[in-house]
């Protein structure tokens, strides 16, 4: 069974930074890809960041890329996504997940932590 938790959400104000953070815990396979979705009230979850262990690549979703940076850290099994310039379209629950292909479709990962609110508004 493998664990992921989410930690570091908040209320920002529109250009402000926030770090959000994920850790896996328990038994966790080699998987081979971390990533961050969000989702905002009423609307589907959306893809927002992967890394690849294979090729230590990092991919972005459109909407993100250029102002949200991933880190992935294989020692103490965490993900951090730290986001800068944060709009008010960023608000959303952002949850952490694992799989074994970067892909932007939810229902191709396994596993998913409990979520963090991020909040943006002024």
């Known amino acids: 069974q493998v664990q992921l938790v989410e930690s570091g959400g908040g209320l920002e104000r529109p250009g402000d930074s926030l770090r959000i953070s994920c850790r896996a815990s328990?038994?966790?396979?080699?998987?081979?890809?971390m990533a961050w979705f969000r989702q905002a009230p009423g609307k589907e979850r959306e893809f927002v960041a992967a890394?690849?262990?294979?090729?230590?690549?990092?991919f972005y979703g459109d909407l993100v890329k250029g102002r949200f940076t991933l880190t992935r850290d294989f020692a103490k099994d965490t993900l951090d996504l730290q986001m800068t310039d944060l709009k008010v379209e960023d608000t959303g629950v952002y949850y952490c997940?694992?799989?074994?292909?970067?892909?932007?479709?939810?229902?191709?990962?396994?596993?998913w932590g409990q979520g963090a609110q991020v909040t943006v508004s002024s």
């Open positions: 890394h690849r262990e294979t090729d230590d690549r990092t």
């Open positions: 328990g038994r966790t396979p080699s998987m081979k890809v």
């Open positions: 997940t694992l799989g074994w292909q970067a892909t932007t479709t939810p229902t191709t990962y396994t596993d």
